[in-house]
C-alpha cells in the first residue's frame, strides 16, 4: 500500500495537485482494533456523519483491509452507515492510464484489465520486481523465488506463532491471539477432537475410557462373575454340600431325637437351626451373573432374615445352659416363668420379626439395585448398591444378638468338659467374628469383581461355623460313641459337677 501511495504522489497525471497521506494500523484482533480505527476517524474525539455541515469533518477518504479478514469486516458496517464517503461508485465510473496500462473497472469495482508486479524490497531498500500477477485475458502468476533474498541465512522466515500441538495435546491460548497457544496433554477420561475443537479436552461416557493424550474414548469392558466362573462353581457346590449336610444331620437327629446328646444340642430347636441355615444359603448363588433388582435384594434378604433366626437359637440355647447349672437354683421363679411361657420360642419369633420388619421398611424405602463401579479406567464393574441407612438397622440387630449369645455362652466358660455346649457356641461365634473382620478389610483395601465371590464366601463360612463346630461333633458321638449318649453318662456329669462347686 505504501507503495500505491507514492507512486500515485509522484505521478503528475495522477490525482494532481492532491497528496494522499495513510497511517497504517497492524493488530490482528477482531475486538481491539476498534480504538485505533475510530481514532482515525475523528476529528477531537468526535466523528461528524457526511450528511452534517463540513465541520470537523476527517480527511480520512477511504479504508484499506483485507478482504478475508474478520477484523476488516468488524468495521464495515461503520462505512456502510455513511460516516466517511465511500469511493465504490467513483471506483466503478473511473478510467484511467497508470505505467503505460489502462485502469478500468466493473460494476463491482473489480480491475478488468492490467496486471500487479510483485515487488521485494531488497536489502538497499529498492523495490525490486520478482514477479507478476495479470487477469486478461487470463489469468497468471509467477514468482520467481531465486530472486528473493532472505535473511538470515538465506533461509525463508516462518511467520508461525506456536508449533502445532502433538496429537492427544490440547491447545491453551496464551493471550487474545488464538495462533499464539500452549499445548496441554488431555488427561485420563477425557480427549481432544482437533477437527471440531482443537482447544477443549472432552470427557469421555460414562461407559467409555481413555489414556492420557487419546484423541477418542474406548468402550469400557464390562466385568462380572458368572456362574462358569471356577470360584463360583466351588461355592455353590459348597452351598449345596451344606444343603445336603443338613439334611443328613436333620435325619441323623430325628432318629435319636429321644437321646441326651439331641436334647442339649437343642432339641426340636436343631431343626429349625437346620432348615434356616439351608435357607441362608440361598444367598450364595444370586452373587453370581449379571447383577438385577432382584438379584441384589436376594443376595442379602435369605440370609439377614434367617440368619438372625439361628443366632436367635443359640442366644436362648446359651442362656438355657447357664440358666440349667447357675440360675434356676438361684432364682427358681424366673426358670419356672422361662419354662411356661416357652420363653425360648417367644424370644426367636421377636427376633425373627422385628428383623423382617426392619428388612421390610429398609427394602421399601431404599432397595438395593445394581450400580457400575468405575474405580478402574478401563473397566465397570457391575455390582449392588448398599443403601447404608436401610441396612443399619438389620445388621445392628444381628450383632446385638451375636453380642448376647457371646455373654451367655462366656458365663458357661467351666460347666463340666463333655457337657459343655457354652464352649463349642463360644468357638462358633469367635470364627463368625473372624470370617467377617477378614472380608470387611479386604474390602477396604480391594476393589475388583473378586469381592463379590468372597462376600459369598464369607456367608457360606459363617454357616458351616456352625454346622461343623457345633453340629458334627454330635453327630460324631451318635454315631462312633454311642455310650457317651446316654442318660446314665449324662447324670454323672452333671452330679460330678455338682460336687466339685458345692466343695
Not at 35 to 50: A, F, R, T
Not at 285 to 306: A, E, H, N, W
Request: charge should be neutral.
Amino acid at each position: 500500500m505504501r507503495f500505491a501511495v507514492e507512486e500515485i504522489n509522484n505521478s503528475t497525471k495522477l490525482l494532481p495537485n492532491v497528496s494522499l497521506g495513510y497511517e497504517i494500523f497492524d493488530h490482528c484482533s477482531d475486538t481491539h482494533n476498534f480504538p485505533g480505527i475510530l481514532k482515525l476517524l475523528s476529528v477531537d474525539g468526535l466523528i461528524q456523519p457526511w450528511g452534517d455541515p463540513h465541520k470537523n469533518l476527517s480527511k480520512v477518504m477511504a479504508v484499506v483491509g483485507p478482504f478475508s479478514s474478520t477484523d476488516t469486516v468488524t468495521l464495515a458496517p461503520l462505512f456502510m452507515m455513511d460516516f466517511i464517503p465511500m469511493v465504490l461508485a467513483e471506483l466503478k465510473k473511473s478510467n484511467f492510464t497508470l505505467l503505460n496500462q489502462h485502469i478500468q473497472f466493473d460494476e463491482n469495482g473489480d480491475p478488468t484489465f492490467g496486471s500487479y508486479s510483485i515487488v521485494f524490497w531488497n536489502q538497499s531498500g529498492d523495490a525490486e520486481e520478482i514477479g507478476f500477477y495479470r487477469f486478461h485475458p487470463s489469468v497468471s502468476f509467477f514468482i520467481n523465488n531465486t530472486n528473493i533474498q532472505w535473511n538470515p541465512k538465506g533461509e525463508v522466515p516462518t511467520s508461525l506463532c506456536s508449533p502445532e500441538c502433538a496429537v492427544g495435546f490440547a491447545k491453551n491460548q496464551d493471550g487474545i491471539h488464538k495462533c499464539c497457544f500452549n499445548c496441554e496433554i488431555c488427561p485420563d477420561g477425557t480427549y481432544v477432537n482437533i477437527t471440531e475443537n482443537p482447544y477443549t479436552c472432552v470427557s469421555c461416557k460414562e461407559t467409555e475410557w481413555s489414556a492420557a493424550g487419546s484423541t477418542s474414548c474406548t468402550l469400557r469392558v464390562v466385568e462380572y462373575v458368572p456362574f462358569t466362573d471356577s470360584g463360583a462353581i466351588l461355592i455353590m457346590v459348597g452351598a449345596w454340600a451344606l444343603v445336603g449336610l443338613t439334611l443328613a444331620m436333620s435325619v441323623l437327629f430325628a432318629i435319636n431325637y429321644n437321646t441326651p446328646v439331641v436334647r442339649s444340642a437343642g432339641g426340636p430347636m436343631c431343626f429349625l437351626i437346620f432348615g434356616c441355615l439351608s435357607l441362608c444359603s440361598l444367598s450364595v448363588f444370586f452373587y453370581f451373573g449379571k447383577p438385577t433388582t432382584s438379584f441384589c435384594i436376594l443376595r442379602f434378604l435369605p440370609f439377614l432374615l434367617f440368619y438372625t433366626v439361628c443366632l436367635a437359637c443359640f442366644v436362648v440355647r446359651s442362656f438355657q445352659i447357664v440358666c440349667i447349672f447357675k440360675i434356676a437354683a438361684k432364682f427358681p421363679k424366673l426358670h419356672s416363668l422361662w419354662i411356661k411361657y416357652h420363653g425360648q420360642w417367644l424370644v426367636i419369633t421377636v427376633a425373627f420379626v422385628t428383623q423382617a420388619l426392619l428388612l421390610l421398611f429398609g427394602y421399601t424405602f431404599a432397595p438395593s439395585k445394581p450400580y457400575n463401579e468405575t474405580l478402574y479406567p478401563d473397566k465397570t464393574i457391575l455390582g449392588c448398591d448398599i443403601n447404608l441407612k436401610a441396612a443399619f438397622g438389620p445388621v445392628v440387630l444381628l450383632l446385638s444378638l451375636c453380642f448376647l449369645c457371646f455373654i451367655f455362652s462366656y458365663m458357661g466358660k467351666d460347666l463340666p468338659k463333655n457337657y459343655n455346649e457354652a464352649k463349642a457356641i463360644t468357638f462358633c461365634l469367635l470364627l463368625l467374628i473372624l470370617t467377617w473382620i477378614i472380608f470387611a478389610t479386604v474390602e477396604l483395601l480391594y476393589h475388583g469383581k473378586s469381592i463379590q465371590t468372597l462376600n459369598a464366601l464369607a456367608i457360606l463360612s459363617s454357616l458351616y461355623s456352625f454346622l461343623l463346630w457345633y453340629f458334627l461333633p454330635k453327630c460324631y458321638i451318635m454315631i462312633f460313641q454311642p455310650h457317651r449318649n446316654t442318660q446314665e453318662y449324662f447324670q454323672g456329669l452333671i452330679q460330678n459337677y455338682t460336687k466339685t462347686i458345692s466343695q
